[in-house]
T-cell receptor
């Protein structure tokens, strides 16, 4: 069974602060995806990283895939209240997505 | 274009009953996957269907079953409901499954009492 562990589980910060959340596994994934989920909604895909060492930027969000394709990080610069939500990483081993437990982020104004 | 639609949005059932959840994928998408998300956890994979055939099954008991219809819509059935089946059930649509991008519906919130 391929497992993804996310840390921290909960994060509460003030608007304007920077933060990094992590997604770790002992298994290699062909690609890894990051989603954001808001209450009452399904997850929405933010980014897919495919190549070991890859870095992708989406406005204030920076995603990195580990060299060995076993881990990933999401860094948010100058967090805003609109960034509040559940951040999920998901590995893509074939036919199904394997999700981590998520990091619940709250950004206070 | 309509996104992934799931029905019903909320449902309350009694232990021992069965339930049918429905999903319509994005037009042109041929793959549907089902996930269970228990409160406070990440989604867990239940089934994937592609072109009406089961392509993958997660670690769920036989009480869970699903099927995909010729129009690519899908049903998830759960028999003999347990309290622990209370969760948000998510449907994801993709063109071909596998590594292709998945789009999620809003989910069906099932409460078993």
């Amino acid at each position: 069974t391929q497992l993804l562990e996310q840390s921290p589980q909960f994060l509460s910060i003030q608007e304007g602060e920077n933060l990094t959340v992590y997604c770790n596994s002992s298994s290699v994934f062909s690609s890894l995806q990051w989603y954001r989920q808001e209450p009452g909604e399904g997850p929405v895909l933010l980014v897919t990283v495919v190549t070991g060492g890859e870095v992708k930027k989406l406005k204030r969000l920076t995603f990195q895939f580990g060299d060995a394709r076993k881990d990933s990080s999401l860094h948010i610069t100058a967090a805003q209240p609109g960034d509040t939500g559940l951040y999920l990483c998901a590995g893509v081993p074939g036919n199904m997505l394997t999700f981590g437990g998520g990091t619940r982020l709250m950004v206070k104004p | 274009d309509a996104g992934v639609t799931q029905s019903p949005t909320h449902l309350i059932k009694t232990r021992g009953q069965h339930v049918t959840l429905r999903c319509s994928p994005i037009s042109g998408h041929k793959s549907v996957s089902w996930y269970q998300q228990v409160l406070g956890q990440g989604p867990q994979f239940i089934f994937q269907y592609y072109e009406k055939e089961e392509r993958g099954r997660g670690n769920f008991p036989d009480r869970f079953s699903a099927r995909q219809f010729p129009n690519y819509s899908s049903e998830l059935n759960v028999n003999a409901l347990l309290l622990g089946d209370s969760a948000l059930y998510l449907c994801a649509s993709s063109f071909a499954g596998g590594d292709t991008e998945a789009f999620f519906g809003q989910g069906t919130r099932l409460t078993v009492v």
